[in-house]
């Protein structure tokens, strides 16, 4: 008898649950859709309201694996924010309550490696989106020709998900996500002098560039066929929500970020209007007058929590905090600790000193942190907001 199971995870939990701790989980309801032996069983709790629900058994994407082979994206923040900021998005346009999320199953490796290449002039059934080798580019100042062993690349991956519904034991397609991630960064290497520069292009420059490429996408995808039948176009009637996604440089410990999103209706061929997705990260190890536009106290309140912490602890071997913000305000505050413990009773006294700490950022922050050494996760600490820490512990 072959089952399907259908369950919630928030991120932050499943992070948990991979790294091998057993948070409190509130009471499961399990609703069985029909009494078919290949019934799919949804489970859900209240702590996972408003996430979407994930299917298994785990179908991956078939372009898993693709982004990795990018030369031009080493970032993996990148690749895991993109997912994530597309996630929350997506929300706004497929509720949660009704689509479970899947890995997208459309978009084929070959139509996703010919999408990712350059353009090739010469033959009438390219559909590459990047440049045409041989072509010229500016990069702030600089003037940069495209060359077969150097490409400019402004499109570095696609990524897709999935939003489905059930019927008669099956998963029915009712709305995808596509996220372009767009790169403004070239690595001019200079041979004559054996000096490498890293070049880079303004954000709206790269934005721009991503909603030119998702202008020429858009046919594409509405005429990608069924392999099994190619009378069948697979996103025929589904609604498709498009994403531009800048990529941040690899030296970098914060992510890039979503920056524009446009909803193509189900019975459109035609892109709507883009919308501006107010979304950044910044490093709160530094100060910025950028940072102090959105929260003029987040600095200060991350640098008296850090430097609370070295008081007692002066031997730990590094801190890094992150602000998310988006629309505005501060959606989360990411830190994490790098920890060598000697000890049971050392583990708990940190783990319940910087829950005590955690407890003096401002109420409204959603604060979430973690604690490891190189080869462990010791314990996570979270503050929901208007609310007091909790210590999770994993590897005790």
């Not at 031009?72 to 309550?97: G, H, I, Y």
């Not at 609370?308 to 505005?328: C, L």
Request: proline share 6%.
């Amino acid at each position: 008898m072959k089952t399907k199971s259908i369950i919630r995870f928030t991120p932050f939990i499943l992070a948990l649950v991979l790294l091998g701790c057993r948070p409190p989980v509130p009471d499961v309801d399990q609703a069985v859709e029909d009494a078919d032996p290949n019934r799919i069983i949804s489970i859900s709790n209240e702590g996972t309201a408003g996430y979407f629900s994930t299917a298994l058994p785990f179908e991956p994407s078939p372009t898993r694996g693709l982004i990795h082979q990018s030369t031009v994206t080493v970032n993996r923040a990148d690749m895991e924010q993109l997912e994530r900021s597309m996630m929350r998005v997506a929300t706004d346009f497929f509720d949660p309550d009704a689509y479970y999320l899947r890995e997208g199953q459309t978009l084929s490796w070959n139509f996703a490696t010919n999408v990712l290449s350059p353009f090739d002039e010469g033959d009438e059934n390219s559909i590459g989106l990047n440049p045409p080798i041989g072509s010229e580019h500016r990069f702030g100042n600089e003037t940069i020709r495209s060359r077969s062993r150097d490409q400019v690349r402004h499109l570095s991956y696609i990524s897709e998900h999935n939003f489905v519904t059930t019927s008669d034991g099956e998963f029915q397609l009712e709305g995808v996500s596509i996220t372009l991630a767009m790169n403004p960064f070239y690595l001019y290497t200079d041979r004559s002098r054996g000096v490498e520069n890293l070049l880079y292009m303004s954000e709206n420059e790269i934005i721009a560039i991503g909603q030119e490429m998702a202008d020429e996408l858009l046919p594409l995808l509405r005429d990608l066929r069924d392999p099994s039948d190619p009378d069948v176009l697979l996103l025929e009637g589904v609604p498709i929500l498009l994403g531009i996604f800048v990529l941040e440089s690899h030296a970098e410990i914060t992510p890039g970020r979503l920056a524009a999103v446009n909803f193509i209706e189900a019975d459109s061929n035609r892109l709507g209007a883009w919308e501006t997705v107010h979304e950044r990260h910044f490093n709160l190890q530094n100060s910025s007058s950028d940072l102090n536009e959105y929260d003029p106290n987040i600095y200060d309140e991350f640098t008296f929590f850090a430097n609370s912490i070295e008081s007692h602890y002066p031997h730990h071997s590094g801190i890094t905090g992150q602000a998310h913000i988006v629309d505005g305000d501060v959606y989360r505050v990411n830190i994490v600790f790098n920890m060598h413990f000697l000890g049971f009773s050392e583990k708990l006294s940190f783990h319940q000193l910087v829950a005590q700490f955690a407890n003096e950022f401002s109420p409204e922050y959603d604060v979430r942190i973690i604690v490891r050494s190189p080869n462990n996760i010791h314990g996570a600490v979270t503050r929901p907001p208007f609310s007091e820490a909790d210590i999770h512990m994993i590897s005790w």
